[in-house]
């Protein structure tokens, strides 16, 4: 068989340019552009990369970047200064701060006092709890953009069996929470399920989100089912050099699945799309 291959870097080439649209219609009515803030502490260099890249796009769709570069050395109380005035700017509509944090700061601490209006990344616990009770909230981008793809394959997920492998805050749980509202029978799974593999193989749709190198194969896919490989995993090759692979063996994966998306290229270039759209989105409810 051979899958459908679910374009994430496409998909999200798309979704910026609608915001792009957006944003321009309102530049054209004489309204300020939304704006995002992107807060970094520390000098880890994946996340440099992540937060250029932020900027970047942010810019590119037209809106209003900020950015803060703190020093590793900052104190507790001067990252809640900064987050305060952000929360305190009327130019500023989505709050974003780069995790994981140094070890010296509290990450719940920080999360925590973002304005849940302007928490474009949807980890404040008020809109983990709206979520969760189906109202409106902002939701985390990296499961947003799982939806999104599955929908590629499929509009209607309606009544489908959706197994997600891993239960974190910021991939899994709120991956299941979404394929809940959109009427799957939801299944997650975890490092303590037994038999995965015969789980996994009930899935119409199945999600990874694990953070093990091509950890889910062939004998994890229902012939036909949708995989959504959430895993971004840095690999040395047999060669020497160094390469991304997913939580799932494409390659064999493949061979079974009616539809898959490939690391990187599928999930991983939807996060800062749907960002991005968050911010629109926080933009426009405050606004009203
Ligand atoms: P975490 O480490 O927070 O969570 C991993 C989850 O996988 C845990 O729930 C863990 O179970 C479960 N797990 C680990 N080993 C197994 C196993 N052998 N069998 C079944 N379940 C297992 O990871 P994240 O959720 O933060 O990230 C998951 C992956 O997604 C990573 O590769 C990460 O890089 C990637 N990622 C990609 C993003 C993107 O933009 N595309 C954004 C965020 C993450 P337990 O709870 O029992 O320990």
Do not use: W
Request: hydrophobic letters at 45%.
């Amino acid at each position: 068989m051979s899958a459908q291959i679910l374009d994430g870097k496409l998909l999200a080439a798309q979704l910026r340019e609608q915001v792009a649209a957006k944003v321009s219609a309102l530049r054209a009515s004489g309204k300020r552009a939304p704006g995002l803030a992107v807060v970094l502490v520390g000098g880890d260099p994946a996340s440099q990369v992540y937060v250029g890249m932020k900027e970047k796009m942010t810019e590119a769709v037209g809106m209003h970047s900020v950015a803060h570069r703190l020093p590793e050395t900052t104190s507790e109380q001067e990252l809640l200064a900064v987050v305060a005035a952000l929360n305190a700017d009327p130019a500023v509509d989505g709050i974003l701060v780069q995790l994981p944090l140094p070890a010296h700061l509290n990450s719940e601490l920080i999360i925590n006092t973002i304005d849940p209006a302007k928490d474009v990344d949807g980890f404040h616990p008020v809109n983990v709890g709206r979520l969760s009770a189906g109202l409106p909230a902002l939701v985390p981008c990296t499961p947003r953009g799982c939806i999104m793809l599955a929908k590629l394959a499929r509009a209607d997920l309606s009544g489908l069996h959706a197994v997600v492998v891993g239960r974190s805050n910021i991939v899994g749980k709120p991956v299941a929470q979404l394929l809940l509202q959109e009427n799957c029978t939801v299944t997650i799974a975890h490092s303590r399920t037994r038999d995965l593999p015969a789980l996994c193989r009930t899935a119409d749709l199945l999600v990874a989100a694990i953070g093990r190198p091509k950890y889910l194969g062939a004998q994890h896919v229902k012939p036909g089912a949708i995989v959504i490989d959430v895993g971004i995993n840095r690999i040395t090759t047999a060669e020497g050099s160094s390469k991304l692979v997913g939580d799932v063996d494409y390659d064999a994966a493949a061979e079974v699945a009616g539809a898959i998306t490939p690391v990187p290229g599928g999930v991983g270039p939807m996060t800062i799309a749907c960002l991005l759209d968050n911010t629109l989105t926080a933009y426009e409810r405050r606004a009203e």
